[in-house]
């Protein structure tokens, strides 16, 4: 049995979909990685059952209460899925922040810059979101690089945990 799933977005090479429950697998090996744990942090998944939560209770209820989430990735030569890239609404932010990550196997193909100018574009032309800027470590210099080629500029170092600032980068 074929699974559609729910398109958001589509770019040259990527379909970004609205995760689904048969996607945790992939989500647990994504934020389990030790570059996603090291560059976004640890997000408290670390089983099957953890990561088909997340998508449930994070990401779909996100979509339901702010009309958008991370989405899912996939090649759509293949429909295998590398990575994720979507919109955050934060408390600690006044507006919402784009996010990505990919599995370091599909880094420095573009796939992050490709799925962000296209999710910044949906935001603002589809969803309306006047404003939407980006967060960051100072030592994800990768990161830091997709920010400034999607249109963002640094602005300032902005609390993101108790013990931790972040890079905030706004709209030129």
């Known amino acids: 049995m074929v699974i559609l799933k729910t398109v958001i977005l589509k770019t040259e090479r990527l379909a970004l979909s609205l995760p689904e429950q048969s996607d945790a697998p992939f989500f647990l090996k994504l934020m389990t990685d ?26 779909h209820n996100s979509y339901q209460v702010n009309g958008f989430c991370m989405y899912l990735a996939t090649l759509k030569s293949t429909g295998e899925p590398v990575g994720v890239c979507g919109l955050v609404k934060r408390d600690t932010l006044d507006c919402p922040d784009i996010g990505y990550a990919f599995l370091p196997q599909y880094a420095g193909f573009g796939y992050a810059t490709e ?14 979101i006047k404003r939407i800027v980006g967060i960051t470590s100072a030592e994800n210099q990768p990161s830091i690089k997709v920010l400034e080629k999607i249109g963002l500029r640094f602005d300032k170092m902005v609390p993101y945990s108790d013990d931790e600032e972040s890079m905030l980068f706004i709209p030129r």
Do not use: C, P, W, Y
Request: glycine share 10%.
């Open 34 to 59: 030790e570059t996603f744990i090291r560059n976004i942090g640890d997000r408290g998944v670390h089983t099957l059952d953890e990561a088909k939560a997340h998508i449930k209770d994070k990401l």
């Open 115 to 128: 799925a962000a100018k296209a999710v910044m574009a949906h935001g603002t032309s589809t969803l309306g």
